[in-house]
Every structure is written in C-alpha cells, then in structure tokens.
C-alpha cells in the first residue's frame, strides 16, 4: 500500500498546475499513508536529478534542479519592467506586513497611484488581509504564497535581515536595522532619508525578476 500511495503522490505533484499543500495531497490518496513522510523520502529520491521535489511557503512541487535551470533559460523580450514604486511598495510590504496604504506611503514619504497596487493585485503578490482597528477601518496589505514561491522563499522568516542586506551591500550602513519588520524611524533625520532606503532593494527585486525571466 505505501509503494502504491508513493506512486500516487508522485503521479498527482507531476500533473498538478500549481504546488500543492499537505492537505490537499492527503485528500486525494485517502488512505491513512503518512503523507509527509512519503513526500520526505521522495523530496531524498530525487535529490539529485535533474527535477526536484522543493517545499516552498508549505506546498510541494517538482522543479528542476537549481544546477541545470540556468541552462535551460530562455532569452525573452521584457515587455513590462515593475515600476520604482511598485518594487518599493513590493518591499515594504514584504517587510512590514500586515501594513496599510498610509503606512506605506510615510515609509516612503511618498504618495503612490491605486495602479501601483493593482500591479501586484495582478501578479497575486499581494492581497488585501483584513482591516486595521483604527478610525477608518483601513484595508492591511500583506504577501501571498505565490510571492514566497516567485522568489524562492519557503516562509517570511527566511527574507534577508538588515545585517545579510548590509553585509550583500543592498542597503546603506546608515540606514535604521529597526525598520525591517517595525515600520518606525529612529530619529527624524533618517526618516528624512526612508527614499532611499529601499533603493538597493529595488536593485535586488529587479535581479530576481530578470533571472526569473
């Protein structure tokens, strides 16, 4: 039974479109086969081939393997490159999630476009997650899944913090470590700067986008 319920696991991650989480794959076996154990010992049987099995933001998928994917890139014509904002807003949220427009707009001491969003809406990177318990009840803003599994990230815990930013050269040694996740200033003179603290960021968001491509 469990070879069979191996089998099956592995048949159901090859056709499905999209990854799939723990639950999902438990539904189609129905059989009391561990699950995650079996997708454990595949995720080992397929170490090293040339398609592996990656768990990202909690769901399952193969993919190929990180040595071989640059070889089988394909050179495309960016139609539409994400604006400054939208990868500013993109890193904002990211970093201080849940967060609301207004939060967004004085970390960036900037007040951004409805379409600004709407990319990300698109994208499925962001979404609306409920409301802010203040006068005026505003939406808060935080990432998808399909964010984390865009830039290989498995969970939020593994963005890079202000010292792996600092030490990749991605942020300025002056900025505030305390606003990754905080949302607060030290002092008024850096909030003068928060322009250009995600300016290097964008830099890194970019890359990934263009390696994706």
Do not use: C
């Amino acid at each position: 039974m469990k070879k069979k319920d191996k089998n099956l696991i592995e048949a159901i991650l090859f056709a499905a479109s999209e990854p799939l989480d723990i639950a999902t794959i438990k539904s189609k076996i129905k059989t009391g086969s561990d699950a995650l154990k079996i997708l454990y010992e595949l995720q080992k049987d397929y170490s090293e081939r040339g398609v592996n099995l990656v768990q990202l933001a909690n769901k399952w998928s193969f993919r190929t393997a990180e040595d071989l994917s640059s070889k089988l890139k394909k050179e495309i014509v960016i139609q539409k490159k994400l604006s400054k904002a939208a990868i500013e807003t993109l890193a904002i949220i990211a970093y201080h999630q849940p967060v609301t427009r207004s939060e967004i707009e004085e970390i960036r001491g900037v007040s951004f476009s409805t379409g600004t969003l709407e990319i990300l809406f698109e994208l499925a990177w962001v979404k609306p997650n409920g409301r802010k318990d203040i006068p005026g009840k505003p939406l808060l803003y935080v990432t998808t899944d399909k964010f984390l599994n865009h830039f290989n990230i498995n969970s939020l815990n593994d963005l890079p913090n202000a010292d792996e930013l600092l030490a990749a050269g991605l942020i300025d040694s002056r900025v505030d470590s305390s606003i990754f996740g905080t949302s607060k200033f030290v002092d008024a003179e850096k909030s003068e700067n928060r322009e250009d603290i995600y300016s290097n960021i964008d830099d890194m968001i970019s890359d990934t986008l263009n390696e994706d491509k």
